[in-house]
């Protein structure tokens, strides 16, 4: 074990984890940007056809936070961004593959290094 506690096929395990959760971080975030810029052309038609404007100011309330949300939500994506985009590169699938095979194997090692060894006696 290491500093942190963790044997190394958990160190590369949580990397591993950290890529593909990075990817659906993505995904959901521009998901929630795309929600609201569809509300944004609802509150404009809301705002132009309100009948006054306590009805207006309530509406441009709404528009407000939409705008917040999504500013949120673009900033989450735009911080998963590049993880994503290194994760999804065809060009790095094989490096991926090699970390899963060297995660497997490194567990399979501390299997052996961490189990019950029993020594058996080879000379009668």
Do not use: W
Request: aromatic share 8%; proline share 2%; hydrophobic share 30%.
């Amino acid at each position: 074990m290491d500093m942190t506690g963790k044997r190394p096929s958990e160190i590369i395990a949580g990397f591993l984890e950290f890529l593909e959760a990075s990817k659906s971080e993505y995904e959901s975030a521009y998901s929630d940007v795309g929600r609201e810029d569809s509300k944004t052309q609802t509150f404009l038609h809301d705002i132009e056809l309100a009948p006054n404007r306590g009805e207006r100011d309530k509406v441009c309330t709404k528009l407000q936070q939409s705008r917040r949300t999504r500013r949120k939500a673009k900033d989450r994506a735009q911080l998963y961004e590049h993880v994503c985009s290194f994760y999804t590169d065809k060009q790095n699938q094989n490096l991926v593959k090699a970390l899963r095979r060297l995660q497997n194997d490194q567990a399979a090692r501390e299997k052996y290094l961490f189990g019950n060894r029993e020594f058996k006696n080879r000379v009668d």
